[in-house]
């Protein structure tokens, strides 16, 4: 997850899942942003798909909500079109019964929230898994926010295992510039 929108979460998610699918294991990438799906658009599909919120209104099983991808061993749950109720979805039974379906097929799920710093669809989704990333982006948000938006994925029980600082510019820092990057 992330504090605000457009931080990069959804393609740190993407690029984790393609890393641990390349490794040979079974992952789903869940996009759970109903509100503002990016993962839908950014693969310019050409025909419908069913999602997650066709899913969680009882209008499709999971069977007719998961694709698979052209990267061997990586499947993708869309969002899905946008619900009126997307908190309430996420707290009721049919998330938890995927959650606990899935589980027993792969070996790693990714969710891709909203971010909880706009939505708390975030902290909702959290009470499902086992660890929350953060993803911030750099020099965009302050260190009380972000704390605040820990507290609130703590607050469900789930733990932060780590965070990205993403949209680093290292032109900012001669000397992060010079150690990571020399004269590229």
Same mark, same amino acid.
């Given at each position: ?13 993407? /690029? ?18 109903? /509100? ?7 693969? /310019?599909? =050409?025909?419908?798909?069913? #999602? ?18 052209? @990267?061997?061993? %990586? ?17 009721? $039974? ?8 899935? =589980?027993? +097929?792969?070996? !790693? ?9 706009? %939505? ?7 009470? !499902? ?7 911030? $982006? ?10 605040? *938006?820990?507290?609130? *994925? ?5 733990? @932060?295992?780590?965070?990205? +600082? &993403?949209?680093?510019? *290292?032109?900012?820092?001669?000397? !992060? &510039?010079?150690?990571?990057? #020399?004269?590229?």
């Amino acid at each position: 997850t992330s504090t605000e929108p457009n931080e990069g979460k959804s393609e740190i998610a993407f /690029h984790t899942a393609l890393a641990f699918a390349q490794t040979g294991k079974r992952v789903l990438l869940i996009d759970a942003d109903i /509100h503002k799906s990016v993962l839908t658009s950014r693969y /310019h599909l =050409e025909e419908e798909v069913n #999602g997650l919120s066709q899913y969680l209104t009882g209008q499709k099983r999971a069977g007719e909500v998961i694709y698979g991808t052209n @990267i061997e061993k %990586l499947d993708i749950l869309f969002a899905g079109p946008y619900a009126p109720n997307p908190a309430e979805l996420f707290a009721g $039974r049919p998330m938890k019964a995927l959650m606990a379906g899935v =589980e027993e +097929i792969y070996d !790693y799920i990714l969710v891709d929230t909203p971010p909880v710093g706009s %939505l708390i669809e975030g902290a909702i989704i959290a009470q !499902y898994c086992d660890g929350a990333i953060l993803v911030i $982006r750099s020099g965009a948000v302050s260190y009380k926010w972000v704390q605040r *938006v820990k507290q609130q *994925v703590e607050k469900s029980g789930c733990r @932060i295992l780590g965070a990205v +600082i &993403n949209m680093v510019n *290292v032109s900012k820092s001669s000397y !992060y &510039n010079s150690y990571y990057y #020399g004269d590229y």
